[in-house]
């Protein structure tokens, strides 16, 4: 094994990976440290699910499994790349890639008959959504803004949009019905099995899930959402919306939560087109139509159906505009579940002064649709916050660090196995293997049903790590805990003895998730820095908010995992954007995605593996990382967004060279010095020459091979394509 693993990945981070991996396997090799590399990508991991299909030569080595049992060793050094949480339609997507490419895979069965059908469907749905993150996440989360990338954003501070106190721009969630109304929470006290079966009205038990083991001290937790609850707020809200006169936006999670929240987007887009459902109900079936997948599946399906297509029309031209991706090319907020993702997409609204883009290609006040209230509410008050006081001043700003609970999937990312649209009305009840009912729930047909969990080992880390960062840092910190909350109570149970055993409960706050946000942007807006608790979902939302608030995007952060078993886990940051980064390069040839998250990764990594395996030349590696980062920032090398200006490609050229003047002007190993001094020299002679190859590919169309599956070639060829400095890196 390597002694540090650089995933394989996709989408921009992965075409930027074709650039930067092969410098940072040059310059690591002259400290004795091998780099690796690990294929869990969308593609990737089908192929190592079907190598049934699959001659010899196209079979894959299941990665994802070898990296799961590698995190779990003290020997794991993991560079984590942000990987696509496939929707099915990126999944279905990928698939029929793959076979265009000679892969003779099995078709994705959209409504499953046979038993060889689920049988494969079983297998895609193992793949879809967050199936990577909780494989590799055996440690919880520290993420900051690394010093260097806070200081360059507060000098060079990015525009923000203004809030006004009159602004429409508002968040609606469900005052009941919902997920986090429905919730009840236990802590096991022993080890025990749960089944979880759906008993109907007319005493008829269905299993719906075998078994789930639990460890002693696992928190477990049951809710569901209904159905018809759902059905009346979307009507509600879209009526609501054409009479204030804003934009009708949903914002879903419909990656991460894999199973529960497609279905409550298809129910969004059924609402939406309410009657043309209730007329062509029977004729949409026929046609394969399924709410879930998106509009654009649907318009797809219906093509060529006149009256089905005028009648489409008619409802969206009496129905209130809707948010949309992209205005130009008419792609709505339903055209699918994976293209608005709530993360990316509350922030960025947020960021601009709580405007939208209507399909008139103008900027509108917007209703954000958040369902569920477990977290709407942080970025209800939010917008209040900026209504009240005016957007915040990147300048002045202080910085929200977040330590996450995420290890061994816990919580809701870890409820796909355990969640249920439900085929019948009845009872949900999970029960113990000594007969307990631990948690039960009257439902009806359509409900959407599910339970999660946290267990103890991880709880007890997470807090440690909050100590040891709370007094790292010295600042105010916030468990974003509600009391009020069946979960968030268990936690409580845990968070308060530790802190008070540890003797430092006076360090630290506990508070509702809306009473937590608006502390934090009171404390930020001081200048302050102040550290958020949370769990694994707002470890997600806030490590997305405060960075886009703070640096104008997420992808710069600090992300280690510190694994419970000792190793370490680097994430480079969000890829929310990357499709629109591929885009552009395959259009222009140019990559605008910045690697700067990559950069900070490597550093602590090397230094990681300085620790660990005392080796000396790793951590001048890592120091010296640093320095080129601070140097990328202070004289402007990142990627520029328009073609024809420098790129990602450009970065990575201005990285090696700054890298290599610092190992060459450091003192602590004359060996590196000698080593790096020839080719910090061969990058400067050569940077007029190399420039000049770099700008020469740019302006013209890209071939990659592929999407989701490129061509290693095509795609070397694209992303290195001056030879001067290939010449000097190998």
């Known amino acids: 094994m390597a002694d540090i693993i650089y995933t394989k990945v996709d989408e921009a981070p992965e075409l930027a990976s074709a650039s930067f991996l092969p410098i940072i396997q040059k310059f690591a090799a002259a400290a004795g440290v091998s780099v690796g590399t690990k294929d869990i990508s969308l593609a990737g991991r089908i192929l190592a699910t079907?190598?049934?299909?699959?001659?010899?030569?196209?079979?894959?080595?299941?990665?994802?499994?070898?990296?799961?049992?590698?995190?779990?060793?003290?020997?794991?050094?993991?560079?984590?790349?942000?990987?696509?949480?496939?929707?099915?339609?990126?999944?279905?997507?990928?698939?029929?890639?793959?076979?265009?490419?000679?892969?003779?895979?099995?078709?994705?069965?959209?409504?499953?008959?046979?038993?060889?059908?689920?049988?494969?469907?079983?297998?895609?749905?193992?793949?879809?959504?967050?199936?990577?993150?909780?494989?590799?996440?055996?440690?919880?989360?520290?993420?900051?803004?690394?010093?260097?990338?806070?200081?360059?954003?507060?000098?060079?501070?990015?525009?923000?949009?203004?809030?006004?106190?009159?602004?429409?721009?508002?968040?609606s969630a469900m005052s009941g019905g919902d997920f986090f109304s429905n919730e009840v929470s236990s802590t096991l006290e022993h080890e025990a099995t749960a089944k979880i079966v759906l008993v109907n009205e007319a005493g008829e038990e269905t299993v719906l899930k075998e078994k789930v083991t639990y460890p002693a001290g696992t928190v477990v937790d049951a809710t569901f959402m209904s159905a018809a609850a759902l059905e009346s707020f979307l009507a509600d809200e879209i009526e609501k919306t054409k009479a204030e006169g804003t934009l009708f936006s949903l914002h879903m999670k419909a990656t991460m939560m894999k199973v529960s929240d497609p279905i409550i987007f298809g129910h969004a887009v059924k609402a939406f087109l309410a009657p043309v459902f209730e007329k062509h109900g029977k004729a949409l079936a026929d046609l394969g139509v399924n709410p879930n997948a998106g509009l654009k599946d649907l318009l797809s399906r219906v093509e060529g159906q006149s009256e089905i297509e005028a009648d489409i029309k008619a409802c969206m031209d009496a129905r209130p505009p809707m948010y949309m991706v992209d205005s130009d090319k008419g792609i709505t907020n339903l055209h699918v579940s994976s293209d608005v993702i709530i993360d990316a997409s509350m922030p960025a609204l947020i960021r601009a002064g709580g405007k939208g883009w209507g399909p008139d290609g103008k900027e509108h006040d917007t209703n954000c649709v958040i369902p569920d209230n477990s977290y709407a509410p942080v970025y209800d008050e939010t917008i209040k916050f900026f209504k009240e006081n005016g957007k915040l001043n990147p300048a002045t700003a202080g910085t929200v660090q977040n330590v996450g609970l995420m290890a061994q999937k816990a919580e809701e990312y870890g409820s796909h196995p355990t969640t249920f649209e439900i085929a019948q009305a009845g009872t949900v009840k999970m029960i113990l293997d000594d007969g307990t009912v631990l948690h039960e729930h009257k439902v009806a047909a359509g409900d959407i049903w599910r339970s999660a969990s946290a267990r103890k080992a991880p709880i007890e880390?997470?807090?440690?790590?909050?100590?040891?960062?709370?007094?790292?840092?010295?600042?105010?910190?916030?468990?974003?805990?509600?009391?009020?909350?069946?979960?968030?109570?268990?936690?409580?149970?845990?968070?308060?003895?530790?802190?008070?055993?540890?003797?430092?409960?006076?360090?630290?706050?506990?508070?509702?998730?809306?009473?937590?946000?608006?502390?934090?942007?009171?404390?930020?807006?001081?200048?302050?820095?102040?550290?958020?608790?949370t769990g694994n979902v707002l470890r997600d939302y806030l490590t997305d908010l405060f960075p886009i608030l703070e640096l104008a995007t997420s992808a710069k952060m600090l992300s280690i995992v510190k694994l419970m078993n000792g190793g370490g886990l680097f994430e480079t940051g969000a890829g929310g954007s990357a499709p629109k980064h591929v885009q552009q390069l395959v259009e222009q040839n140019h990559l605008r995605w910045d690697s700067l998250g990559e950069f900070c990764a490597l550093g602590e990594s090397l230094k990681f593996l300085a620790d660990s395996k005392g080796n000396e030349k790793a951590r001048i590696l890592g120091q010296a990382v640093d320095a080129a980062t601070q140097?990328?920032?202070?004289?402007?090398?990142?990627?520029?967004?328009?073609?024809?200006?420098?790129?990602?490609?450009?970065?990575?050229?201005?990285?090696?060279?700054?890298?290599?003047?610092?190992?060459?002007?450091?003192?602590?190993?004359?060996?590196?010095?000698?080593?790096?001094?020839?080719?910090?020299?061969?990058?400067?002679?050569?940077?007029?020459?190399?420039?000049?190859?770099?700008?020469?590919?740019?302006g013209k169309p890209a071939d990659l091979g592929g999407y989701y599956h490129t061509d290693a070639a095509k795609t070397a060829s694209v992303m290195r394509p001056s030879q001067t400095l290939n010449a000097i890196i190998g």
């Not at 794991?76 to 003779?104: D, M, T, W, Y």
């Not at 910190?477 to 979960?487: G, T």
Request: aromatic share 6%; glycine share 6%.
């Open 50 to 171: 079907f190598p049934e299909h699959l001659s010899a030569e196209q079979q894959q080595s299941d990665d994802l499994a070898a990296l799961g049992k590698l995190v779990k060793t003290a020997e794991a050094n993991v560079i984590k790349l942000p990987n696509i949480s496939a929707s099915v339609p990126q999944l279905v997507a990928a698939i029929r890639e793959l076979q265009s490419q000679g892969f003779a895979l099995p078709d994705y069965p959209e409504t499953p008959e046979t038993d060889a059908e689920k049988a494969v469907r079983a297998k895609y749905d193992g793949i879809k959504g967050s199936a990577v993150n909780p494989v590799l996440r055996e440690g919880n989360s520290d993420r900051r803004a690394a010093n260097a990338v806070k200081s360059f954003a507060q000098s060079n501070p990015h525009r923000m949009g203004d809030w006004t106190a009159d602004s429409k721009t508002h968040v």
């Open 461 to 533: 880390d997470w807090v440690g790590l909050a100590i040891d960062r709370q007094k790292a840092e010295g600042c105010r910190a916030i468990f974003w805990l509600d009391a009020e909350r069946a979960h968030d109570a268990e936690l409580i149970k845990y968070v308060k003895p530790i802190l008070e055993a540890r003797g430092v409960a006076d360090k630290f706050e506990i508070m509702a998730p809306r009473e937590a946000t608006r502390a934090s942007l009171e404390t930020i807006t001081k200048g302050e820095t102040m550290i958020a608790i």
């Open 631 to 698: 140097g990328i920032l202070d004289h402007g090398r990142s990627p520029s967004r328009k073609v024809g200006e420098p790129d990602n490609r450009d970065s990575h050229y201005w990285f090696a060279r700054y890298w290599a003047e610092a190992l060459a002007a450091q003192s602590d190993s004359p060996e590196l010095a000698a080593h790096f001094a020839p080719i910090a020299q061969a990058l400067a002679d050569g940077e007029a020459q190399i420039l000049s190859e770099l700008a020469a590919a740019q």
